[in-house]
């Protein structure tokens, strides 16, 4: 693929398709995704940098935009963040909790994030194994020296 700058006159003098195409593979272009009503701005070089994923799809080439030149999706922004932060880097901070790694968990099959998924499946099932552990090593009631008490 041949990069344009999009002020040239071969991406100007393009057809409004065909510039916003020209446009879109620029690796000075800015995007704005407005997610649940948060706008993010990036560049279409980091979306693009996971080129599986939906984002990558999406601004690999020409794309549907909204009335106001960005691209909304009816999704959670604070949980947006973490999806846009491993399109820049390729890693994120996972969550603290298990229903926020779940919950991202979903945005991140929503977004096609293969690597991510992965991610955040292994740290679940890190969590589950430390507690299934966890749980083997205490009493019924939760207490590893419960039963030392009842002893004395």
């Known amino acids: 693929h041949t990069r344009h700058d999009p002020g040239t006159p071969s991406c100007a003098s393009m057809s409004e398709k065909k510039r916003r195409k020209c446009e879109c593979n620029s690796s000075h272009d800015l995007i704005e995704l407005d997610v649940g009503g948060t706008v993010f701005k990036t560049t279409g070089a980091s ?41 820049r880097t390729g890693q994120t901070t996972l969550p603290d909790s298990d229903w926020e790694k779940r919950a991202l968990l979903l ?46």
């Not at 979306?47 to 030149?69: H, I, N, Q, Y």
């Not at 998924?117 to 939760?142: F, K, N």
């Open 47 to 87: 979306l693009r940098s996971v080129p599986d994923s939906l984002l990558g799809k999406m601004f690999s080439g020409t794309w549907a935009e909204g009335e106001s030149g960005s691209v909304f999706f009816d999704r959670d922004p604070s949980l947006f963040r973490h999806i846009l932060n491993f399109h």
């Open 107 to 152: 945005e991140a099959q929503f977004f096609n994030l293969h690597p991510l998924i992965e991610e955040i499946e292994s740290a679940l099932e890190h969590r589950r194994a430390v507690s299934t552990v966890t749980m083997t090593t205490t009493d019924a009631h939760g207490d590893p020296e419960w039963g030392d008490y009842l002893k004395h």
